[in-house]
């Protein structure tokens, strides 16, 4: 909550940028690395050998460019923009409903993808992605992607995934004939609104919503009733991926949207955990790597998101998060991912998943639709009990 009460004076800008670029001069050429470098970052995006030695990818950057890097944890994009607003870093791992935020409020610069040659090897899927690319401009170079998966307790449904979003949206009681009640999370971001207007896609087609980001006032109030609902049912609004697997391990928790991150360290412990992608279908994150409007270190800065483009790099940080590479080669030859670790994320279902993206009231299915700073805000009043 207070990542996003943090974020809202950001939100007073316009968000109705999606013909303007704000194109500040990209670097020319590469220097001298500076000797520093900090990162703001999703949890387990930065690894360094701390948790797992199999999975570091900054000791060997650090030692080939003399870049020591530093890394902020953010648990919430709303938090990430209040961070790069702050200013004092560099780069950040920014998803698809704060980049445009970022774009818009000057924050970031534009890159000079002439300086980063693995640039050229991603995914053609994602080299100009509307999430960080503005009338041509790039302002990052893409990192991993995947799916908000529905989370579950193996016990509790008695080894069968649950089909629907149901479990976390309606009360009712699961396989293990206990009530769903205290016992699923909901995620603490305003962008958990385009999960309920997900679920309204596939079960009330009346409504007519054809892209859960892009929500009329009718469409908005129908999602924000769903959320009502689940404000009854949750025992917690997550943003902390520890704090989830300790509910899940300590809690009683049963169900939640989730990121796989957090299914993997708990099925590394052998617990009764699995994941889902129920009928309705998921939203999901395409993180990308920014440069801060006044970076102090922008040499080093080049040097890692040239870093973050390897095979290498981006097979670890794939096997690591449980989610997919920007760069098709990972998927290939890589020991912890493995060669079927692609397919088993998710790889090849680009396509089916509706990837976060800012919401404003200028918006391509209709013509006019609720803004993000209204999100913000209703969120808030829901998890309030309004």
């Known amino acids: 909550m207070k990542q996003i ?13 999606a013909t303007h670029a704000f194109a500040a001069e990209p670097l020319k050429e590469l220097g ?5 470098l900090s990162i703001v970052a999703w949890a387990g995006y930065i690894e360094r050998g701390e948790t797992d030695k199999a999975y570091d990818w900054v000791t060997g950057f650090e030692k080939d460019t003399g870049c020591k890097v530093s890394v902020k ?25 704060a980049s445009l935020r970022l774009v818009a409020g000057k924050r970031v610069q534009p890159i000079n993808t002439d300086l980063i040659p693995s640039f050229k090897t991603v995914d053609e899927r994602m080299q100009s ?27 509790a449904f008695k080894g069968e995934a649950p089909k629907s979003w149901d479990v976390v949206f309606k009360e009712m009681t ?49 999602a924000l ?15 902390d991926a520890m704090i989830q697997i300790d509910d899940f391990k300590n809690e009683g928790v049963v169900a939640s949207g989730s990121w796989p ?35 102090a270190h922008p040499n080093c800065a080049y040097m890692w998101m040239e870093h973050s483009l390897s095979p290498k790099v981006q097979g670890d940080v794939s096997a690591w ?49 609720v803004p993000y700073h209204r999100w913000v805000s209703d969120y808030i009043g829901v998890i309030g009990g309004r």
């Open 32 to 36: 001298k690395g500076e000797g520093e």
């Open 5 to 17: 009460l943090k974020s809202c004076t950001a939100l007073t800008l316009s968000l109705a940028f």
């Open 225 to 239: 009733d769903v959320l009502r609902v689940q404000r009854t049912l949750a025992s917690r609004y997550w943003h």
């Open 73 to 97: 944890t953010a648990a919430t994009s709303d938090e990430m923009v209040a961070l790069m607003n702050e200013g004092g870093f560099d780069l950040v791992t920014a998803s698809g409903d």
């Open 261 to 295: 991150f957090q299914v993997n360290l708990m099925q590394a412990e052998k617990l009764p955990i699995a994941s889902t992608i129920p009928e309705e279908g998921v939203t999901g994150w395409a993180d990308t790597t920014m440069l801060h409007a006044e970076s």
């Open 129 to 155: 992605s509307p999430w960080y690319t503005v009338n041509g401009v790039h302002y990052g170079v893409p990192y991993v992607w995947g799916p908000n998966v529905l989370m579950y307790n193996t016990e």
């Open 321 to 369: 998060f449980g989610a997919n590479p920007s760069v098709g080669a990972a998927c290939k030859g890589n020991e912890l991912l493995t060669d079927g670790g692609c397919k088993a994320n998710g790889y090849d279902d680009f396509d089916k998943v509706k990837f976060w993206k800012t919401p404003t009231s200028k918006c391509e299915s209709q013509s006019e639709c």
């Open 174 to 222: 699961l396989p293990d004939g206990k009530s769903n009640k205290g016992r699923v999370q909901a995620y603490d971001g305003p962008i958990h609104v385009a999960d309920a207007a997900n679920y309204l896609m596939f079960h009330n087609k009346d409504l007519g919503i054809k892209d859960p980001y892009e929500l009329n006032e009718d469409q908005y109030k129908a």
